[in-house]
């Protein structure tokens, strides 16, 4: 970084490129960095390339659950993030008492945290850290409910009988009036 340098001339020509400090011709300098800024893209850097900082934190959307979503069940996620230099990611839903590593960004919340936590409003809040330590944050809120959602109810096998039984008599009772028996 040139935080300590200051830089008098900078010059450029197609045979060289020179930095000097002063009315020193020479300048010590750990890295270069050159960038087209037109584009975003070719990026030269001369040095390591751990001392360039990354300014920027991931960012996280989250795809599932969606907020206000009620959920009687173990909630599944699903995020995509946004980071070339992807460290670590993980979720709480209890304000960060517990953390829970994730390394699959498709998967269900931990079930034992599930249970525990109680009815009503959760934030599950993941987090994402890039290698230069900047963490990125994303929540969303479900509502945990205590009862399970019923379907609605099926018609077992046996009424189908019973269906087809009524509409037989039915129809038989019918014809009877219609037509009298001889």
Same mark, same amino acid.
């Given at each position: 970084? $040139?935080?300590n340098?200051?830089? @008098?001339? $900078?010059?450029?020509t197609?045979?060289?490129? +020179?930095l000097?400090q002063g009315s020193s011709p020479?300048?010590?300098v750990?890295?270069i960095? #050159?960038? *087209? %800024?037109i584009?975003?893209?070719?990026? /030269?850097i001369?040095?390591?390339e751990?001392?360039?900082?990354?300014?920027?934190?991931?960012? #996280? &959307?989250?795809?599932?659950p969606?907020?206000?979503?009620?959920l %009687?069940y173990?909630?599944v996620?699903?995020?995509?993030?946004?980071?070339m230099?992807?460290?670590?990611?993980? %979720?709480t839903? @209890?304000?960060?008492?517990h953390n829970?590593?994730?390394t699959?960004l498709?998967?269900?919340? @931990?079930? =034992?945290?599930?249970s525990?936590a109680?009815s =009503?409003?959760? &934030? /599950?809040r $993941?987090?994402a850290r890039?290698?230069?330590?900047?963490i990125?944050? +994303?929540f969303?809120?479900?509502?945990? &409910?205590s009862?399970?959602q019923?379907?609605?109810?099926?018609?077992?096998?046996y009424?189908?009988?019973?269906? +087809? =039984? &009524?509409?037989?008599i039915? /129809?038989?009772?019918?014809? *009877?009036?219609?037509?009298? $028996?001889?």
């Amino acid at each position: 970084m $040139f935080n300590n340098v200051l830089l @008098d001339r $900078f010059s450029i020509t197609n045979t060289y490129f +020179s930095l000097c400090q002063g009315s020193s011709p020479n300048a010590n300098v750990s890295y270069i960095a #050159i960038r *087209k %800024y037109i584009d975003l893209e070719p990026l /030269i850097i001369l040095g390591d390339e751990t001392e360039i900082e990354d300014l920027f934190a991931p960012l #996280i &959307t989250i795809n599932q659950p969606q907020n206000a979503e009620q959920l %009687y069940y173990t909630p599944v996620y699903d995020i995509s993030i946004e980071e070339m230099n992807l460290d670590e990611v993980w %979720y709480t839903i @209890d304000e960060g008492i517990h953390n829970y590593t994730i390394t699959d960004l498709v998967g269900t919340i @931990d079930q =034992g945290a599930w249970s525990l936590a109680p009815s =009503g409003p959760v &934030t /599950i809040r $993941f987090y994402a850290r890039d290698l230069a330590g900047n963490i990125g944050t +994303s929540f969303v809120i479900v509502i945990k &409910t205590s009862e399970q959602q019923q379907p609605p109810p099926a018609i077992p096998g046996y009424e189908i009988y019973l269906l +087809s =039984g &009524t509409l037989g008599i039915s /129809i038989l009772l019918l014809i *009877k009036r219609r037509k009298p $028996f001889k």
